[in-house]
T-cell receptor
Framework: NAGVTQTPKFQVLKTGQSMTLQCAQD?????MSWYRQDPGMGLRLIHY???????DQGEVPNGYNVSRSTTEDFPLRLLSAAPSQTSVYFC???????????????FGSGTRLTVV | AQTVTQSQPEMSVQEAETVTLSCTYD???????LFWYKQPPSRQMILVIR??????QNATENRFSVNFQKAAKSFSLKISDSQLGDAAMYFC?????????????FGTGTRLKVLA
């Protein structure tokens, strides 16, 4: 019963490097999303998807790309890392009941990313 | 804009005592959902409790209960018989099902320390 699996758990990047954070879920959830957590700012939505082939932007999408080719996977790509992207990144998924997102997320364990 | 405010950055409680964490939110909607999430040092966010705004009865989950005051837009979390394992960051979250957006709005969190 894996739930939501995120890899890696820790990563250090140099400014300008690119990388992909992986997220996979085995609960057949339609909805998947990426949030970033910064001190004193709670969690902010980066991108989300309501099904394979469907993605949309959240509050803070700049500098990030996503794709959803399967129901299970939702990778987050950092195109050219900047120090402002130093954060903890969480993948979250959920069922959509009647198209609604009202039953709570299942979160992954997070990726702590440092950009130097 | 809908916002969630957690005015207590940090709280402490003696083991076996009761503590209440505060959360207020701003919305003009009548139908919405509220959540409390726990983030222990392991970093994984865990859903603690969920409240539907149209239900007057306060939600409870074992030692965790809420005091939901809709008119005051207040959603506090009460932890009874506190245990060392309750030490964590606690986040309050809001979901408006009619917003047309697929996201939750999170507060900035309250760090709970449990003293032995």
């Amino acid at each position: 019963n894996a739930g939501v699996t995120q890899t890696p758990k820790f990563q250090v990047l140099k400014t300008g490097q690119s990388m992909t954070l992986q997220c996979a879920q085995d609960m057949n959830h339609e909805y998947m999303s990426w949030y970033r957590q910064d001190p004193g700012m709670g969690l902010r939505l980066i991108h989300y998807s309501v099904g394979a082939g469907i993605t949309d932007q959240g509050e803070v999408p700049n500098g990030y790309n996503v794709s959803r080719s399967t129901t299970e996977d939702f990778p987050l790509r950092l195109l050219s890392a900047a120090p402002s992207q130093t954060s903890v990144y969480f993948c979250a998924s959920s069922y959509l009941v009647g198209g609604s997102l009202n039953y709570g997320y299942t979160f992954g364990s997070g990726t702590r990313l440092t950009v130097v | 804009a809908q916002t969630v405010t957690q005015s207590q950055p940090e709280m402490s409680v003696q083991e076996a005592e009761t503590v209440t964490l505060s959360c207020t939110y701003d919305t003009s909607e009548s139908d919405y959902y509220l959540f409390w999430y726990k983030q222990p040092p392991s970093r994984q966010m865990i859903l603690v409790i969920r409240q539907e705004a149209y239900k007057q009865q306060n939600a409870t989950e074992n030692r965790f209960s809420v005091n939901f005051q809709k008119a005051a837009k207040s959603f506090s979390l009460k932890i009874s018989d506190s245990q060392l394992g309750d030490a964590a960051m606690y986040f309050c979250a809001y979901r408006n099902p009619t917003s047309g957006t697929y996201k939750y709005i999170f507060g900035t969190g309250t760090r709970l320390k449990v003293l032995a």
